[in-house]
């Protein structure tokens, strides 16, 4: 799939992608969901507050940015290069919330970087290096990252786990 170049193409992507996600998980029962080691050790709900919270990181930058700050990116914990460990510790602070609390952060984040994505203008989103944390990519980069792709990749591991959750 080509690499979105309009804030139109950007929310298209992400919406249609978001669809797949979503109706591939309205196939699945809360026992699917919560089944833990079903992608390496997270459940498929860990899996969702993973795409959560990398919404919320992105959005944040892109605040920071706004208020002429520069974020420390991904985190003030992690660079580039440990993104395992990142990831690992998103893992662990959401893993107990429940379903439903997990559910509702999922889908309102979604509306939150959809609103965010349709309030930045389109020579923001496509300038490259226009925030300094930004460096030399664009800020559409970022935003395709954290979401259709990242939708893209959730759908294939959930595809993955729930294979062999049906081997069983």
Same mark, same amino acid.
């Given at each position: 799939m080509t690499k979105p170049t309009t804030k139109n193409q950007i929310l298209e992507t992400a919406q249609t992608e978001r669809a797949a996600l979503e109706e591939l998980l309205a196939t699945l029962t809360v026992e699917q969901i919560t089944q833990p080691n079903a992608i390496g050790e997270w459940a498929i709900k860990d899996v969702l507050s993973h795409l959560t919270e990398w919404e919320q990181m992105v959005i944040k930058w892109y605040e920071m940015g706004e208020k002429g700050l520069v974020p420390a990116v991904p985190s003030e914990e992690y660079n580039w290069a440990q993104l395992p $460990?990142?990831?690992?510790?998103?893992?662990?602070?959401?893993?107990?919330?429940?379903?439903?609390?997990? $559910?509702?952060?999922f889908k309102s984040s979604y509306e939150k970087i959809l609103k965010t994505i349709q309030a930045i203008p389109e020579k923001v989103l496509f300038t490259r290096g226009h925030y300094a944390w930004t460096r030399n990519n664009t800020l559409a980069a970022y935003f395709i990252s954290n979401t259709s792709s990242h939708y893209r990749w959730a759908r294939k591991e959930i595809r993955k786990a729930t294979r062999k959750m049906e081997e069983k």
């Open positions: $460990q990142l990831n690992y510790s998103i893992y662990r602070k959401f893993r107990d919330k429940s379903l439903t609390d997990i $559910q509702e952060s």
